[in-house]
């Protein structure tokens, strides 16, 4: 029989070639290519006057300089709005190259091409732009204050107003036996990956065709947006996302202005360019996400049932809006968690900053939504004098509820309907696995020592795997390899592991003959990409179906050759055989070759194969209608909404009263994703996930001045966890399988991140008896907190609380 | 016209360097990085780039055995010098094929990497770490902590980088005994 692959941890087939230093990433690629350098904004918000190139033209090496006034046709437009919306109102988008108004610090007012990038970067220093500065809009108070406009035409600052409700708020909140109101804030991170972003392109002349690599997370698209800006015919336009270094969200933004300069001055310059993105650029012109202001009135009833919510966001989208209102919406309906909501609304002003455009960064608005819902838990926990598992416990939609329709509609424009899950289990099994019902021995053992000891909790459900759809290509050669294609890319998910376990395990070959490529136009035209925990889900059931088609057409081909009915046969180990009768069967790269009637005796593969031949039939076509040649299937997966995935997270934390320095000591996580493909890696994304997730609730801020100048662009400054900051994490897995695919998958990639500001944030104010109302919180604002006779004190719960 | 404003820093000089075993001739402008000189002179792409100031460790490299940053290093400074990259961190078995060090056999039973960008400065790093220490004694948390505490990964959230660092330190130690 073959060994087992499905939901075992296999060791990673990328890992070979990443530990000896054999992977490709796009700086691997193309030592020849000229080389790209910008000349960025040093302001956020300014006139182009002047700009004057005189000087860099003496630097020895210089190829070409390009200006807003050299680009041609759809390249002087402006950059698509991606996701349209109708209550996005007022899209903005910026060009490839400034034309006129710079709205953030960092926008890449003139790209010069050298023969190197130092070079590049020599006559980039040469190249003086003259400014008119403008007023400067900084963070979303400012935003909402409109005293100043980043966009001249949108006086109001407000790029769109999302608003969804499901029944009749103010009544319900007039009709509930308490309320409650408050106002918190959260900042902004960034994904961060460990390699940025960069590009290669190269023009064939002879052939009138483009190839590009590039770090991406969507190379269709991308390849589909070069077309059309560059005015190529798609069949001319290869795309390839190499090895990725990382992604986390912000290589899903497409076209990056880069993606589109970089082809077209390899085609205006007849040679190959390259632009490999440094680290302040990337902290400067890529993405940000996560601040938001919100204002959260709450109802509820004695026992602490919520009876009515209503949201009232800001969300700062930065200069432009490329992505849509995705996060915001993506906050908005995921707010609700796992918990009865019997009367919600939520309105959101999605406003423009003159900072970094604000697009996914892994969670995508979720943690926000979570830090939302679960502080309002702890709100009313503490009001009602109650637990705050047991809070969470009265309002949790019950298993018997699905599908749990919440009337909303999510990112994907369906339906927000759970799917299936167990959320008073992820809670038993998280307060069993964090010691819920301990703490205060442990409070009252850390007092001891001189430290405050505080824990939280947070739990979330997270919709993954939007549509609308994914494809997979499967094929056997001769060989007996099996080349598996998708055209979604993959950033370190592991996906040539996870999906060749799902081709090994359906088709009934062994793991070492399969082949995994991702995100490359060559092998697979049609892919949406990587984001919102949709690679397992859509593009493993995808491959799983071209699989299952693969199986079907070997049975009956093998069926044909052995004279025996194809459903006695089963694919074990590469052979098809009969079932039960050991012995009677034909191996599978055989099968593919009689698959194909077209058969010259180039190898051992077809000359074995002729033996099977049958006579044939003269009255027939030696293809069939309706068959094609070749053992291979394609086949796409596109649900009716998305998977559910859920989770809870507790964090405790000990607070040092001299320094305030935060530590989480315990780090406990409950996880259901449905099926589970390979656990490692499964584990492996919730460890990276959490790590993220304590960066955001304790490290990682965008820190803008007044004047729009980011402070913190460099991994100096921008505190990124260290192992030191990272708490052991422990993991206990629920699964409650997905009855809306044929694997039972629920994403996975994003949960991690998901609950650990709103944890942590709860925990805080555990240990402390301080309200915790602005996340990320340092040491010295906590400490400017305890000392501040006017901020908040939440009322001791328990002995041992600080007073 | 050269420009006046560029003085020295791009006068070209040959260095000589051993470099993973290999005596290596390279000629570069005298302010070229180590890292850019591994990755574009001599093609060893290994050595990642991911912040260009030292803060990352992506670009570790060992220096007559000792880590280093090689985008805080000059090209022109190892003249005379053994340079170690992950390329290098393997050893032939003489028959055409390799032998990975211990770290690199831990970090793929451990799940060590995900998107992998970060873990040829790892390797570097710990690999010097391992082999500073007494090989029969059992590693620490704490000695692992030391070794992997200065190098940042944004994906595996580090516990299964310390959970190789132990494996690879067993390792290690089983061969000594």
Redesign the interface.
Known sequence: MTTKLFGE?V??R???R????????L??IG?DALAVAFVRSPHAHARVTDIDVDAAL???GLVAVYTYEDLLGPMAEPLPVLIPHPQLTAPRTGYPLVRDVVHHMGEAVVMVVAT?R?VAE?ACD?ITVSYEQLPVVVGVDAAREARHAVHEDVPDNVAARHHQETGDVEAALAASAHTLAFTQYIERSA?????GKGVHAAWDPADSSLRVYTSTQASTSVRAAIAAKLQLSLEKVEVVAP????G?GVKIVHPWPEELLVPMAAIALQRPVKWTE??REHFISSAHERQQRQEIRVGYDDDGRLTALDVRIWHDNGAYTPYGIIVPIVTATQLVGPYVVPTYRVRVDSVYTNTVIVTPYRGAGRPQGCYAMERTMDRIAQERGLDRAEVRARNLIQPDQFPYDHHLTFQDGRPVIYDSGDYPGLLDKLTALVGWSGVEERRAEATARGKLLGIGMAMYVEGTGPGPYEGGHVQVLGSGKVLVSTGLTS????HETAFAQIVAHELGVPIEDVEVTTGDTRRFGYAVGTFASRAAVMSGNAIALAARGVKEKALRIAGEALEVDPSDLEIDEGLVQVKGTPGISIPLRTVAVLSNPLRYAFDEAAKQATQFAGPGDDSKPPVAAGDAPGLEHVDYYSPVRSTFASGAHAAVVEIDTLTWEIDVVQYAVVHDCGTIVNP??V??QV??????GVGGALYERMAYDADGQLQNA???DFL?P???E?P??DIDHQQTPSPLNPLGLKGAGEA?VIPGTAAIASAIEDATGRRIAAMPISPTELYDLVRDDAAGRVAPRRTGAMA | ???RA?GQV?QERTVSAVVNGTPREFTV?A??LLSDAL??DL???????????G??G?CTVLLDGVPVRSCLVLAVQVQGAAVT???G??RSDHQGG?V?HPV?EA???C?A????????GF?MTIAAGLEARDPAQPVTDDEV?DM???????????????KAVHHAAATIREATR
């Open positions: 941890p060791r990673r990328e890992d070979g990443l530990i000896t230093g054999r992977g490709r990433y700086d691997d030592h003496d630097v020895e190197d130092y020599d040469r994904c961060m990956p460990m390699e090895d990725v270094g990382g986390f440094d680290r950033q370190g998910q592991g490692m890696i584990e492996g460890h990276g996930g959490v790590a993220q460099s991994f100096m990124m260290y192992a030191s990272v052991d994490i991690g | 016209m050269r420009n560029m791009d402008p302010r070229r990755r574009h093609g060893l792409t290994g050595t990642h780039v991911g912040c260009e100031h803060v990352c992506a990259t992950v390329e961190l393997a390799e990975l690199q970090f793929r039973e799940h990497l995900q998107c992998g960008f970060c873990t040829p390797l902590e992997v505490g200065g190098n940042l990964c944004r994906c595996t959230g580090y516990a299964n980088i310390k």
